[in-house]
């Protein structure tokens, strides 16, 4: 270990490997060739060291120097990450922008996190006190909505032997010096660093029983996901994933939105940016920049930097939920994700598996999912992070490997489907393919906030569903004119349930958000019609005389006409229901 | 001091071994001078301390193991540029083939071009009317978007990408700053030869740059046509403030190129043979579409697709339709039945379509509208499988009214003149007038207003 300093000996594509060199560590963070390209160590061998540069490699040449860091690869954390947008491997985009221009330029060394601006600190310890890892010696407003809490890294702890006055300190500044055990002293400033591939410690980690609550009605009702729950949203190209994606981003009750764009289009990430800029957070009453983090690795940026991105992502998660925040992270897409792990896999000449997918696929995908969950952090109180992965499979093949092996790490499956997809039926979940498997933890905190006959109503709408979907099988087989009319009353009513209720518009005002108590009175509302116009059916006075009183149609268009604010015009629609049917029977 | 080096040690396909090279950097652009004095051009693909890997451009007949020179020219593959270069025709490599000249560049730049920093991208928002139906009312083509043309052998993808090019409007573009970049990459010379006398026709040839790489044309040449394409559109668009259209068929060709070349490196390979960096590459090239902060101009793209079997699964459609901002698909039935352009409408999507059209862009009404026509147009489908196994008489009376809209809409709506121009106004009444014949209950992807302003049916 006395030399760091190797020579490149071969290059092909992203990785470049170095011969007789016993300098380096597994994972450890290099520098690559004059213009010092970031790459990792992935592979050592008595005689060849394998790295893969995270950067175009045009123009590296033999012989041109590789640096070690001494590290592995690692993110910066500290004041500056929210609302700002980064690649895969944490590099400012808006600083490389001002300083290299539109387009992307290799070796840049520009700091991850703006190291000139001052942070207003307030210190939260004494001179004296004992400190353990992951405890907050002070806290400075990131953004007006978030509190960024420091922490002592979790692998420290000691006494304080000295702490600045509050006021106003850069990143880097000492604010508080802390003397371990052994007698060795650190100096605690507003940032430190962390490995991207290994979790951060917990206290304790905690089971789901708080639901994440996204406003959609298709997902909050038939489909919950918990605080601290993983999710995976697969879908074939045009079915909606990225659009479901936004919608969660944009109107989930976490405190903190992490978004990886991860080997997705550019024109979308400049949408992204656009739209949250100017969309106000309805609870905040503050842009949604303020509460999110975005990590844009298109796909036409280097394929080892979109491998890394998700640890990125999901480091940056980490770090926040152990400041006690709810974070929510939606990878975009996962797929993308595991073909940058197969190529370069196949660079290595590794064994293929299924489809060409290195042996590891699985393994990787589960220790990804496993860093999501809600916990007690080591700070004393509670956070959580809830993984939304987006997964593209080949084909619109959901039997594919990384569909097949995401769906046995993730407890919410919300499946898009084609069909729905090409009929514009948004957000296009499939009710019958998808699952969810957090009702149980969640049940208790549904009953407790709604009440009992929330859960009971779901259960009748989706098994309304069910029944429609069996009925249908008849229909198009001898069309449904020949059902009788009780199965006919199934059909209209599901109708009503999936235009009305499951079909959602994310660019109209009111029903782009709709907060639980609405879709519970409109569940409610469509049940209503249905029972009473199925003791009707019973009394044999047919379905098209209630059909015509044009009630189902108004259902059908009531998340349109009743505004999110008076959840008491139900009242009316019920009883203009009773009214209508009681003057036909 | 300038090394020849002579002969190789391995010829493979495409690839020439060579040993003993130094100082050689990665991608770099080599010459190679036969013994009887022809020239040829590779680039470095691979290197391993003093062996390196050299991918030829025109391929490796007549090379043995020791008639050869080769020299490094110390720079990777760069194109030259200038203004001049608008209404040339080059070969698929950039190099003029019309007679003409050298080009006297101005600037050089490398083809694989740098990424657009997503910051600086701008969100594209203007759309291109084409005066098609179809493509503008359900799937707007945006100015600065890829939208590929999903197609079969046989179908009128090429009649279609030369209507657009012909109609295409764009809000701020006139003569002087409107172009196209046409790539052709494995077409027959009869398909390139059609596009040109299109071009002339419609008076815009002069503001054409053509690269051609014909189906006889060396295969690893055409790995590079759409990048030399590309680095020119993004010349013209970013340097000279133009709005620029590039057009790149066959895609599919480009893609059996690479998986030929990818093959006789030994790569392991990924679905059906094709490189498991099929994607990142494809990326590579779509992802160079866009506007940019601080720049006027545009570069637009619609890349042209062969899907082989009509299979919109196989992994090169499926692939650019996980990249590009939606898809044109065209349908063979369609076309069976004689409709011209047989766009199937329900699998094709625009996803940048949202932001551009409604008021101040289309018309207030152009979303609520085609939300109703793609709903209508998929019960048409579930109309038309029941018709299939019931009869068509044995039909409700709705379903028989989506009968005869379906009817209507192909006929009238998708069915449009080779020659024929619409309006965008004149598509959205269209569209209308149509669902007109369906009864009001059944629209219930448009709200009460605007039904009561364009509804025209007696119901």
Known sequence: MTDRKAFIYGINGPVVTVKNTDSFEMMEMVHVGKQKLVGEIIGITDDITTIQVYEETTGLKPGD???????????????????????????????????????????????????????????????????????????????????????????????????????????????????????????????????????????????????????????????????????????????????????????????????????????????????????????????????????????????????????????????YRDMGYHVAMMADSTSRWAEALREISGRLEEMPAEEGFPAYLPSRLAEFYERGGRAEVLSGGEGSVTLIGAVSPQGSDFSEPVTQNTKRFTR?????????????????????????????????????????????????????????????????????????????????????????????????????????????????????????????????????????????????????????????????????????????? | MIIDYVGVKEINGSLIVMDGVKGVSNEEIVDIRLDNGTMRQGRVVQIEGERIVVQVFEGTRRISLKNTRTRLTGHPMEMPLSPEIIGRVLDGAGKPIDGLGDIFPVKKANINGTPINPVSRVYPKNYINTGISTIDTLMTLIRGQKLPIFSGSGMKHNDLAVQIVRQAK???????????????????????EYFRKSFEESGVLSRVVMLLNLSNDPIIERTLTPRCALTIAEYLAFELDMHILVIMTDMTSYAEALREFSSSKGEIPGRKGYPGYLYSDLASLYERAGMIKGHNGSVTQIPILTMPNDDITHPIPDLTGYITEGQIVLDRSLQGQGLYPPVSVLPSLSRLMKDGIGEGYTRADHQPLANQLFASYAKVIDARSLASVIGEEELSPTDKKYIEFGRLFESKFVNQGFNENRSIEQSLDLGWELLSTLPRAELDRVDDALLDQYYKGND
């Open chain 1, 65 to 319: 120097p590789v640096e070690g860091t001494g590290a592995p690869m690692n993110v910066l954390l500290g004041p500056g990450i929210i609302d700002n947008i980064f690649d895969g491997i944490e590099r400012p985009l808006k600083a490389i922008e001002e300083e290299a221009g539109a387009f992307i330029n290799r070796g840049s060394t520009v700091s991850a996190l703006d190291d000139k601006k001052l942070w207003n600190v307030t210190m939260k310890v004494k001179f004296g006190d004992k400190l353990e890892g992951g405890q907050i010696y002070a806290t400075l407003p990131e953004t007006p909505i978030i509190e960024h809490r420091l922490m002592v890294p979790p692998e420290l702890s000691g006494e304080v032997v000295k702490v600045m006055p509050d006021g106003e300190y850069k990143l880097f500044d000492t604010v508080v010096v802390i003397k371990d055990d052994e007698g060795v002293e650190h100096n605690l400033t507003l940032c430190q660093k962390w490995p991207i591939r290994t979790s951060r410690p917990v206290k304790e980690r905690l089971t789901s029983s708080v639901p994440l609550i996204t406003g959609q009605r298709v997902i909050d009702t038939l489909f919950p996901i918990a605080k601290g729950g993983t999710a995976a949203i697969p879908g074939g190209f045009g079915t909606g994933k990225t659009m479901t994606q936004h919608q969660l981003a944009k109107w989930c009750d976490a405190d903190i939105i992490i978004y990886v764009g991860c080997g997705e289009r550019g024109n979308e990430m400049s949408q992204v940016l656009e739209e949250f800029s100017e969309l106000i957070d309805p609870k905040s009453q503050r842009p949604m920049t303020d509460r999110t983090v975005l990590i844009a690795n298109t796909s036409n940026m280097p394929v080892a930097a979109r491998e890394a991105s998700i640890y990125t992502g999901i480091t940056l998660g980490e770090y």
């Open chain 1, 412 to 585: 919410c499956f919300w499946a898009l489907d084609k069909g729905l997809a090409y009929a514009r039926h948004y957000p296009a979940i499939n009710w019958m393919d998808s699952y969810s498997e957090y009702f149980n933890d969640l049940d208790p905190w549904f009953k407790e906030n709604l009440g009992e006959d929330f859960i009971e109503y779901r259960n009748r709408i989706s098994a309304l569903l069910q029944e429609e979907s069996s009925l249908m099988e008849i229909v198009k087989l001898i069309g449904s004119d020949v059902l009788p009319d009780d199965q006919k009353l199934v059909i209209e009513t599901a109708r009503v349930i999936r235009v009305g209720f499951l079909q959602q518009n994310a660019f109209h005002a009111d029903d782009t958000y709709v907060p639980l108590e609405k879709q519970k009175l409109m569940m409610k509302t469509i049940l209503h019609l249905y029972e009473k116009s199925k003791d009707i059916v019973a009394k044999n006075i047919p379905l098209s005389k209630i059909l015509n009183l044009g009630l189902f149609d108004k259902l059908t268009k009531m998340k349109y006409d009743i505004p999110n604010s008076k959840p008491e015009m139900f009242d009316d629609y019920i009883k203009e229901i009773d009214e209508k049917l009681a003057a036909i029977s």
């Open chain 2, 170 to 192: 764009i809000s701020g573009a006139n003569n002087s700053n409107f172009g196209v970049v046409f790539a052709a990459m494995g077409v027959q010379k009869d398909v390139a």
